[in-house]
């Protein structure tokens, strides 16, 4: 009988690092308002000094204040791996710290993301190692189990695939399915571009503001 909650899947087909370098320098606030605003993993902000995160993701699930499985996934993580873990937001048990993010940092992971609490964040907070997490605490976490590593997982609210294309920055962390990944990155230059125009109309002043009105009367507003 198989010991559901405490398992290690096989590792997912990992995306090329192409598709993840369309990626760099990409804002996960344009990738999100091309994919309709509708995903985001809420509630976790970074920890670290700052930097774009991307790479392939490597989920993990624990019971709350317990770290055993994250252990594991460093140990078996790929360079270029993120290191995505729900711990069901609890934030009396820290699930990581300082030894544990250098461990992962010298093993070549992109980054961690944390649906829990981090403890040293000062120190956490001086490097460039990203860290995402929920919260804060001086607790350290236990050791026994169990959990599950390469399953599907909810991070702040967000499904996160295993072997996804995971982006982070200042803004948060996004998930992106592989197969739409390529699309997504095309579409969020573009609004980059976009964007950069409108912020060139406006210290030219000549933003065109006529949609503000438009929208009003639309809605039925009286003015």
């Not at 460039?128 to 991070?155: D, M, S």
Request: glycine share 12%.
């Amino acid at each position: 009988m198989a010991n559901v909650g405490f398992r290690i899947f096989p590792a997912p087909k990992r995306p090329n690092q192409a598709l993840l370098r369309a990626f760099r320098g990409v804002a996960v606030a344009n990738i999100s308002d091309c994919m309709n605003r509708m995903f985001a993993a809420t509630g976790l902000y970074p920890m670290h000094r700052g930097g774009q995160m991307i790479g392939a993701a490597l989920t993990v699930r624990v019971p709350p204040g317990d770290n055993l499985m994250v252990h594991k996934a460093i140990d078996i993580a790929q360079p270029g791996d993120v290191i995505l873990v729900d711990a069901a937001g609890e934030l009396t048990h820290a699930i990581i710290g300082e030894i544990m993010s250098h461990h992962a940092a010298k093993r070549g992971v992109a980054g961690m993301v944390i649906d829990g609490a981090i403890r040293d964040s000062d120190i956490l907070a001086k490097n460039k190692f990203p860290v995402y997490a929920r919260g804060v605490t001086h607790r350290g976490p236990y050791k026994n189990g169990p959990g599950e590593i390469h399953a599907p997982i909810q991070i702040g609210g967000m499904i996160v695939m295993p072997g996804d294309v995971i982006v982070g920055d200042a803004d948060g962390v996004l998930a992106i399915r592989p197969e739409e990944a390529a699309g997504l990155a095309a579409a969020a230059k573009k609004k980059a571009a976009d964007e950069a125009g409108a912020m060139k109309a406006i210290s030219a002043g000549k933003a065109n503001r006529a949609w503000v009105d438009e929208a009003l009367k639309k809605g039925g507003c009286e003015f």
